[in-house]
């Protein structure tokens, strides 16, 4: 089969309150977290892009809190950092369309985008405060190229999308063949390496301790909050934390799926890719 190396571009940052999405546990985590767009690059040089990344007047400043780009931070300057023209990409994968992984797909005028069909209808007429996740205006003159997906879908050879609803009705997952087994961009099913707990106890116990759904710090000592995260991670789907705002238990079955899947997990804003060039080979959190 053929492999792939991934390539996590970092494009800028959110300043917000990414626990109250993701899990009561960690309510107070507020926190600077990176925005990815992802290169895949196969043996033979080419060259996949998931993801566009955010145009800044697009996001709702008040809630997500996006800080000014620096020059290098530009998408077409990482792109062209990156060996990356746009004009040769035939081929972009969009896990969800939120405004945060659309507002630059525009660049890519060659491309064919792979969306989930669910994913395309909700967020067209979004419900309830979904709707402040989506801008149209970024894609809605793209969909006469959008390649409608219904499901799970291999792609290519070594490159397969996972549906992996939950976060967004038509959330997908990127499944790559790498010289270390499957490789999972799990777009926003997992925000962080902490929301699965299990696998990653240490950056789960860094988010909780910064703060519960009180707004102050947790003493991760205290008999109280451990026998409370004893019973969650014992109880049906424990350990898997999700930034849901439809459906909590979608998410948690999409999670635990993807990690039965995953030899490499890659989540959608962990600040630990900053430092990750190139996957599979910087990964070494496991």
Known sequence: MKEYKIKPLLTGWFHMNWGLIMSPLAAGYVA??????????????EKIIVDGSYVHDHVPKWIFGPKPRTPDLEVPEVLKRNGVDPKEIDTVIVTHLHHDHTGYLHLFENASFYVQEVEMVESYFPMGYQAVGCCQEDWIDLVPRFKLVNGDFKLRDGIELVFAPGHTAGHQAVAVNTSRGRAIIFGDAAYMYAGLAKRFPAKFAEVVALGGVAGQKVDLEDPEVQATIAKVWGSRYGGYFGPAVLNPGEIMRSLAKLDMMADVVIPGHDPELVRMK????DYDLE
């Open 32 to 45: 600077d977290l990176p925005v990815f767009m992802f290169l895949i690059e196969g043996e033979d040089g």
């Open 278 to 281: 190139v996957l599979p080979d």
